[in-house]
């Protein structure tokens, strides 16, 4: 049940206008960046084939899963996956897929079939002392078929041949694919607008070759592409919600962390909080930036030794608050009046004066989501934070600064930021006004 303080304070906070729809627009963002998987992904969410259902966005598979002759992940936009999901690509001779019969039809012919030509026997001599008698050495046969296939022991041959298609694969099946069909690491190639890399999202003339380029629409990317190729849309919507988790956890665990050594300092005093001082002034003391550059010298850069680098100084602030709120409430009559009868220390700060002390907690902490996101953004915006290519607005707000001209860039990653840092404050300032006697008062 809650207090009847508390229900007055959360009434407060729905009553300002602008900090409730903030709320709101926030929230709409986490839900629908969350899922990002779901939004953008170079993988199919869901495909029928052969009376089976895939989950590719969530699982990996191999070709040979849809009947296919290969054991690596399948290009799921190849006009080769397309037709054996579809049921067009027939299975030839011995069982082989069409394109490797193409192949074997070189070296093996039957009456009606490609003749060999000098160039053919050649080869043939190379791995074979029998030129025309390939069944008779499959292992010449897969040399040869070595060169096509990068990975040649994946089939062999002897399997393949003896192998007869499975009716049930050759239905006609379907693919489900997310409104991007692109993850934050997936590069274009083969673009039909004209570019691959820096493509913008409306037709545009190159003014060093003079070539006029499509609107990159044509191959499915909403924001063009950045300097190498990848979906800034794909990009952002992945950056966001590393950056919004990202700042959520630093939060939490420095306000947890500065709670803590705030209240041990507070409650106790004396030479434990002296002592305490002392050493969060030294520690303090320290420049966080020159900290971070040393140990990401000596570390291999990640999400998570960033994470643990910012959390060795973050906590600070939020100490110095409760370390005030605790020595002021281990004074008070109820504090007294349950030390008298027998309450443990760690019962006192628990139930007595950390509910009473939830004002700063509560009033800073969307405060320190957005310091935790800037610290990010910074980080990666000069070089010190996740390596490529994992998703990050800071990155992003650097090649819109080497690419000035591409403006599909900067100015979506400016409004996101921004715009997300802004809502984060109209939060925070209704919760301070909320949790705040005082500014309630005038």
Same mark, same amino acid.
């Given at each position: 049940?809650?207090?009847?303080?508390?229900?007055?304070?959360?009434?407060?906070?729905?009553?300002?206008?602008?900090?409730?729809?903030?709320?709101?627009?926030?929230?709409?963002?986490?839900?629908?960046?969350?899922?990002?998987?779901?939004?953008?992904?170079?993988?199919?969410?869901?495909? =029928?084939?052969?009376?089976?259902?895939?989950?590719?966005?969530?699982?990996?598979?191999?070709?040979?899963?849809?009947?296919?002759?290969?054991?690596?992940?399948?290009?799921?936009?190849?006009?080769?996956?397309?037709?054996?999901?579809?049921?067009?690509?027939?299975?030839? +001779?011995?069982?082989?897929?069409?394109?490797?019969?193409?192949?074997?039809?070189?070296?093996?012919?039957?009456?009606?079939?490609?003749?060999?030509?000098?160039?053919?026997?050649?080869?043939? =001599?190379?791995?074979?002392?029998?030129?025309?008698?390939?069944?008779?050495?499959?292992?010449?046969?897969?040399?040869?078929?070595?060169?096509?296939?990068?990975?040649?022991?994946?089939?062999?041959?002897?399997?393949?041949?003896?192998?007869?298609?499975?009716?049930?694969?050759?239905?006609?099946?379907?693919?489900?694919?997310?409104?991007?069909?692109?993850?934050?690491?997936?590069?274009?190639?083969?673009?039909?607008?004209?570019?691959?890399?820096?493509?913008?999202?409306?037709?545009?003339?190159?003014?060093?070759?003079?070539?006029?380029? +499509?609107?990159?629409?044509?191959?499915?990317?909403?924001?063009?592409?950045?300097?190498?190729? =990848?979906?800034?849309?794909?990009?952002?919507?992945?950056?966001?919600?590393?950056?919004?988790?990202?700042?959520? $956890?630093?939060?939490?665990?420095?306000?947890?962390?500065?709670?803590?050594?705030?209240?041990?300092?507070?409650?106790?005093?004396? %030479?434990?909080?002296?002592?305490?001082?002392?050493?969060?002034?030294? %520690?303090?003391?320290?420049?966080?930036?020159?900290?971070?550059?040393?140990?990401? $010298?000596?570390?291999?850069?990640?999400?998570?030794?960033?994470?643990?680098?910012?959390?060795?100084?973050?906590?600070?602030?939020?100490?110095?608050?409760?370390?005030?709120?605790?020595?002021?409430?281990?004074?008070?009559?109820?504090?007294?009046?349950?030390?008298?009868?027998?309450?443990?220390?760690?019962?006192?700060?628990?139930?007595?004066?950390?509910?009473?002390?939830?004002?700063?907690?509560?009033?800073?902490?969307?405060?320190?989501?957005?310091?935790?996101?800037?610290?990010?953004?910074?980080?990666?915006?000069?070089?010190?934070?996740?390596?490529?290519?994992?998703?990050?607005?800071?990155?992003?707000?650097?090649?819109?600064?080497?690419?000035?001209?591409?403006?599909?860039?900067?100015?979506?990653?400016?409004?996101?930021?921004?715009?997300?840092?802004?809502?984060?404050?109209?939060?925070?300032?209704?919760? =301070?006004?909320?949790?705040?006697?005082?500014?309630?008062?005038?």
């Amino acid at each position: 049940m809650l207090s009847p303080e508390l229900k007055d304070n959360v009434r407060q906070f729905v009553h300002d206008n602008r900090a409730r729809r903030s709320l709101i627009v926030l929230g709409i963002l986490c839900v629908l960046t969350l899922p990002a998987e779901l939004l953008c992904n170079s993988r199919p969410l869901l495909i =029928r084939h052969g009376g089976g259902w895939y989950v590719p966005a969530l699982k990996r598979y191999t070709e040979l899963d849809f009947g296919g002759s290969r054991q690596l992940e399948p290009d799921y936009k190849s006009e080769r996956f397309r037709a054996l999901i579809s049921g067009e690509r027939t299975a030839g +001779k011995a069982g082989l897929p069409d394109s490797d019969v193409a192949i074997l039809g070189e070296f093996d012919p039957e009456p009606g079939d490609v003749a060999l030509t000098e160039e053919s026997q050649a080869i043939l =001599r190379d791995f074979d002392p029998e030129p025309y008698d390939v069944q008779a050495s499959p292992i010449g046969a897969q040399a040869i078929l070595g060169e096509f296939d990068p990975e040649p022991d994946d089939v062999p041959l002897q399997e393949v041949a003896s192998s007869k298609p499975d009716p049930a694969m050759a239905g006609k099946g379907w693919m489900l694919w997310p409104p991007v069909r692109y993850d934050y690491a997936a590069i274009s190639t083969d673009s039909e607008s004209g570019r691959d890399a820096l493509a913008a999202p409306w037709a545009q003339t190159i003014p060093a070759s003079g070539l006029r380029t +499509k609107s990159s629409w044509i191959d499915g990317h909403y924001l063009g592409t950045d300097d190498r190729g =990848r979906d800034v849309l794909a990009r952002l919507v992945y950056g966001f919600r590393v950056s919004l988790l990202f700042g959520l $956890s630093l939060a939490i665990s420095s306000t947890l962390v500065g709670c803590m050594l705030g209240a041990v300092q507070g409650f106790f005093g004396g %030479w434990v909080d002296l002592l305490g001082q002392r050493a969060t002034e030294i %520690w303090s003391s320290l420049p966080q930036l020159y900290l971070l550059i040393i140990l990401s $010298s000596l570390l291999t850069r990640s999400i998570t030794i960033l994470f643990i680098i910012l959390n060795l100084t973050s906590w600070i602030g939020m100490a110095a608050y409760m370390r005030a709120e605790f020595l002021r409430g281990r004074n008070l009559e109820y504090v007294k009046a349950a030390r008298a009868l027998g309450v443990s220390n760690l019962s006192i700060m628990a139930h007595h004066i950390l509910p009473n002390s939830l004002t700063p907690i509560v009033t800073f902490f969307p405060f320190s989501v957005t310091g935790g996101i800037l610290a990010l953004v910074s980080l990666d915006f000069l070089g010190l934070g996740v390596p490529s290519p994992f998703p990050s607005i800071g990155e992003l707000l650097a090649q819109g600064q080497a690419n000035l001209h591409a403006t599909w860039i900067i100015l979506p990653t400016f409004l996101l930021l921004t715009g997300t840092l802004t809502l984060l404050t109209f939060v925070g300032d209704g919760l =301070r006004n909320a949790f705040d006697p005082r500014r309630r008062r005038l």
